[in-house]
């Protein structure tokens, strides 16, 4: 959604999350705020091959996934004050 304001007028309408079956009203970031972390693993992947590239990157972003869910139990206890 953010870069969609950089693109022509006539890319707005067809591109638009808003307008997307299934896309609800999400802010579209989520793929975004991986790439920062991602690009740390940059210099290994780009010597490997499409499959083992593709199984690195996968893996990659599971175990932010899974460290996402570990951190869940402590955001939780946060906002809940215990």
Not at 24 to 32: L, Q
Not at 44 to 66: H, N, Q, Y
């Amino acid at each position: 959604k953010a870069h969609l304001e950089v693109h022509k007028t006539s890319c707005h309408g067809p591109f638009s999350l808003n307008f997307m079956f299934g896309a609800g009203r999400t802010d579209g970031e989520g793929v975004e705020r991986l790439w920062s972390w991602l690009n740390k693993a940059a210099a290994s992947v780009k010597e490997m091959g499409p499959s083992a590239r593709r199984e690195t990157v996968d893996d990659f972003c599971l175990f932010a996934v899974w460290q996402k869910v570990v951190n869940l139990r402590e955001l939780f206890l946060i906002n809940t004050g215990l």
